[in-house]
Every structure is written in C-alpha cells, then in structure tokens.
C-alpha cells in the first residue's frame, strides 16, 4: 500500500482542521447553507433524503486493517441518527409496502444504522452521521490516512482499478503506482477544481479489462510497445446515466512518462467546451459523443503545447516513479509455503468455496479470497461495526495487513497463503461471510436507492432482497452459473444497471415505483465480452412482478442453454446466441402471473 509521508498527513489534518472551521461558521449561522454546501461537498458530505452521507475515499480500493477498524467505529459510534430522524424514515418506508415474492412471503425495506456500505467506485459510505459530529468523523478519519476529498462534487473523483491489481497473472504492469500518481496529481488541482461535471478515471493493467475502463470519463490501459516500452491505451467519454455511452480509443499508445501531460490535455479540452448549461449533458461523453474526431485533434494540439510550450511539466520522472512503486512491494508471506491447495476438507461446501471466492494469484505460493457482503437480511455491499471489525481480524491474520473494496461491493484479501485457505475459510464462514455466492446472482451490485438517496425514483434493497431470498439454494444457483445483476434506484446508475448482465433501474411512473428491466450488458470482462448498455426488454414492472420477471428469464435460460462439455453455456452466451426475444417474451408473459392485488400492495 502507499505509505503516506509526513506531508500527506500534515495535509490531511489540515483540510480535517479546515473543515471544523468550516463547520463550526455552519452551525452557528455564519455560513448560509448555499455558501456551505460546496465546502461540505468537496469533502464528501452530502445530505440525503433523511440524514447527512458520508463518503470516505479509498483510493483505487486498497485498504489497511488499521482502517477497517476506524470506520468500524465510525459505525459503531456516530452512524446513529436521532429516534425521530429514525423514525420518520420508518414511517415512509412502511407506507410504501413491501415487496410480494415468488410462491408466497414478502421482502421488506432494511433501514439498517451502525453500518459501512461499500460502493461501485471502492470507497466506503455512511449513512446517518448526524451533520454536527461531522468534523469529530473527518479528524479520526485522519488519524489513519483517511478523508473524504473529492468524494463527490465536479472534479476528477476516485481513481479506481481492478482489485486484483499487482497480483493478476495476466497483467503488463501494477496499475497501482500510476493510480497513486494520477490521485497526487488530481488532488486539489487549481484548474479542474470546479469541471463541467464530476470525472471518473478507472486503469486497468492486465489482459481481462477488470476495471470496466471504457465505460469511464477516461479509461486507461497498461500496455507495451513492439520495443517492449510501457505505455497506456487512453479510451475518452464512456459513462452511464441517461445517455449510455463506450469509451472511445483516442490513442492507441502514450509513453507511460507522458501520461498526466497527457490528461492535463484531456481534462483542460473538457473544462473548456464541456456543457455547463444543462447538468445532464454537462459529462465528457456528451461532448466526445458530439465533437467526435474533433475533440481528439483539440486534445493533440493541447498536449503538443504542453510539451513543446509549457516543457512537458507533469512528467514524470524515474525517480518518482520508483519513489511511489517501492510502496507497492508484495509483502514477505509466502516463504516456504506450498502452492498446492491443501485437501484437508473436501466438504463440497469448501470446494464451492475455493471455485468461487479463491482467484489465481502471480504468486503461486499465494491466493486472492474474496469475503461475500451479499447476504439475507443485508442490503448488498453493507457492513456492520462488528463485520468491520471482524474483517479487520481477518486481514491481520491472513493478508497481512491488507484487503481491498472490490467494484462488486465486497472486500479482497490479495495475501493469502495456500497453506492458510482451509483456516480462512473456517474463519470466514464463522462469521457469515464465506457464501461461496461470488460472481453468481446473488452477487449482485445494487444502489441504496430510495431507501436512502432523495434523487432515487424507486427502491432497490426490497428488490436485491427478494431475489436474494429467492435463490437461496446454493445448488440451484451453481446451476445457474455466472451472471452479473446491477440493481440502480434510478437513471443516474449508481448501481450500473447498463452494464449488468441484467439491469434493473427504478422509475417514477405516476408518483409510483416501478423497474424497467434491461438484458446483455457488459462490463468489459473476460466473461461478459466487449463494454455493451444492455437492451431494455419491455414496459417497466410493478415491484411485485420483478421477483417473478427475473425467475421468467433465468428459466428461459435453463430451457435454452447448450452444453459445454460437463457444463453449461453461461447466461452471456445464450442470450447472445439465441437472442433476446425468448427472454422478452418470459419476462413480458411473467406479469400476467402478478395478480392486480398483489401489485397493488406495492404500488
């Protein structure tokens, strides 16, 4: 991990410091609230439909155990609104019902406090941080390296990457390092403090495109040259929201020295012709989408200037480079370990373990295990104070010291011995977080939605949790095989709905929620193929008929997949090889199947 220096940390507690000012002028009526509100942004304070949210930064996902327990006290101590602040969230979440499930019972909204959430840009949220213990929260997120700079409003946001950066087989290069430089360089820039809109940058190192690159603001890839020269491939204007739109390649190759005068370029074009007359077309991919070959010849001629007029000043130097590496050097775990995965329980319940949760790792003496955050009762992705700090315990003793938040709202252990897997997973499954459900479609990535976020137009938890009770048979699941669902609460994505192998988005539909359901996206990966929005099948569904509409399309699946040797054809591919129009058909025929009572229930 990036071991901060004195600076970074005299310059944590001084924004912390900052902020306190800041927020004591707030409360005491010094600061109107419209001229507070960027201050409070800019450290990821947001106010939400019941309470004020928090987003701490974990940069491009890697985290320490030492912080795990410091937001495990955060949740333990300060995510604790008032009774009535509580309790009039309760009141609305009970008037709009719950959700009917296949064969009988409901699934009902989990207003939870005292938990961590971990989001799709590998930061960490909180949701009911009472806004006057705020500045208590910023100063003990400093006291272990954390804050919540540029967490949200128009600058350039998280850097983000794979989660099995630096230990992936099929990797050219750690993306890492160049992660930590272009997060250096984006902090508190004097220019693209206040952009169009805000900015994503994702990097990915390795063959399979993990970290969904192209469907970012900027997508960058590692590669080399014919000399062998490390590089990136620069994709420009992907991005969710109302307008779905693929990164475009806007060159194939830029010395891996040249990168940030390279983005200074990219980011200085957008700052100057992005949209800042209408928020919803004020993103990069709006101005890419509408410039096109243009908007590539102005960032050429931009960087050209940059290197010819200006010096080329963000170089970046050797001694930098191995600077910031040499905080990246795997951890001395693995001496004399094996590398053959022990045999001391074949329980077919540790074997689905191992197929599921236990990823290849360069070093053959080692493993990445991933700990499920999807589980009955829990909205995808949160965490409570004692799962935090359990986590913690785990990561201390198997990954030394390290875990990461994954794009699929799950935490990494990239350290594991081989030797350690069967301890794990005792460990793990203990504490309720080895459901060998990784990549399958309880897995899911889902927003808090409605339930939490006031821009949301529909629920998303009571929908993650009916499918989830629903495909409780692990059996059952296996069978199923690997499908990426993304549930989003409405058309700003936060769930990645386009890219889901299924989608659903809520939608307001005459003051009611209602989800409109989508089929074949992709994230990039290996498994999902080329970065595709998926295609809407239909009419949008009562939150009734979800639950059947997914059951629908998972058995046309099964009735349609071929064989593959002792397997089946996964889900991608069937619906790609026949088409979407059986599927359309299921999930349209499904509604039939939802009495009008029952729709009534929770409309």
Not at 461 to 485: C, F, M, N, S, V
């Amino acid at each position: 991990m990036y071991q901060y220096t004195e600076f970074d940390r005299q310059f944590v507690r001084a924004r912390a410091d900052q902020y306190r000012d800041q927020l004591e002028r707030r409360l005491s009526g010094q600061l109107a609230e419209d001229e507070f509100r960027p201050l409070r942004l800019q450290n990821g304070w947001y106010v939400q439909r019941f309470a004020p949210m928090l987003r701490v930064a974990v940069p491009y996902g890697e985290i320490a155990s030492r912080q795990l327990r410091v937001l495990a006290r955060i949740a333990r101590e300060y995510d604790q609104p008032s009774s009535e602040v509580f309790d009039g969230a309760r009141q609305r979440q009970d008037s709009l019902g719950p959700v009917p499930l296949p064969g009988g019972g409901f699934a009902h909204s989990r207003l939870t406090v005292g938990y961590g959430h971990f989001t799709t840009r590998q930061n960490v949220q909180f949701n009911w941080i009472p806004l006057e213990k705020s500045a208590d929260v910023m100063d003990l997120l400093a006291s272990v390296d954390m804050h919540g700079i540029q967490t949200s409003g128009n600058c350039i946001r998280n850097i983000t990457t794979d989660e099995l950066a630096g230990i992936a087989p099929d990797e050219a290069a750690d993306p890492r390092p160049w992660c930590e430089i272009i997060r250096q360089w984006s902090t508190l820039h004097p220019e693209f403090a206040f952009l169009p809109r805000k900015f994503k940058i994702a990097i990915t190192g390795a063959t399979e495109d993990r970290a969904a690159s192209a469907w970012h603001d900027v997508g960058l890839q590692l590669v080399r040259d014919a000399a062998g020269s490390l590089g990136f491939r620069v994709l420009v204007g992907g991005g969710m929201g109302r307008t779905p739109v693929i990164a475009s390649v806007i060159r194939e190759f830029i010395a891996a020295d040249q990168i940030l005068n390279y983005l200074e370029a990219v980011v200085r074009v957008y700052n100057r012709w992005g949209r800042r007359d209408n928020k919803y077309k004020a993103r990069i991919k709006i101005l890419v989408k509408a410039e096109g070959q243009r908007y590539i010849d102005e960032v050429e001629a931009e960087y050209q200037a940059i290197v010819s007029q200006d010096g080329a000043p963000h170089t970046v130097t050797a001694a930098e480079i191995n600077r910031i590496s040499a905080c990246f050097l795997a951890p001395a775990v693995q001496a004399g370990a094996p590398t053959e995965l022990p045999q001391t329980d074949l329980s077919p319940a540790y074997q689905r373990w191992l197929q599921q949760n236990v990823a290849a790792h360069r070093d053959p003496h080692l493993r990445a295990v991933t700990l499920s955050f999807k589980r009955l009762g829990q909205a995808p992705g949160d965490a409570t104070a004692d799962q935090l700090d359990a986590a913690a315990d785990l990561v201390d003793r198997f990954s030394a010291g390290e875990a990461r938040v994954t794009h699929s709202q799950n935490l990494l252990l990239p350290w594991v011995r081989v030797s350690d897997l069967p301890a794990l997973w005792e460990a793990a499954r203990a504490l309720g977080l080895a459901s060998a459900n990784i990549g399958l479609i309880t897995d899911m990535i889902a927003c808090p939605g409605g339930d939490y976020c006031d821009l949301a137009n529909a629920r998303s938890l009571p929908i993650a949790e009916a499918i989830t009770q629903r495909y409780q048979d692990l059996d059952e699941l296996h069978d199923i095989g690997a499908i990426d669902l993304h549930i989003s609460g409405c058309i700003n994505s936060c769930g990645h709905h386009h890219s889901g192998h299924i989608g659903i988005l809520g939608v307001d539909k005459d003051g009611k929620e209602w989800y409109q359901v989508t089929l074949g996206g992709s994230d990039g990966s290996q498994l999902s193929g080329a970065a595709t929005p998926g295609k809407v099948v239909g009419p949008s569904f009562s939150a009734a008929e979800v639950p059947e509409v997914i059951e629908a399309i998972l058995d046309t699946y099964r009735r349609e997949r071929a064989s593959r040797g002792d397997r089946f054809e996964a889900f991608i591919d069937t619906l790609r090889r026949v088409g979407i129009d059986p599927f359309k058909s299921a999930a349209n025929g499904a509604r039939l199947g939802v009495t009008e009572d029952s729709a009534k229930e929770v409309a």
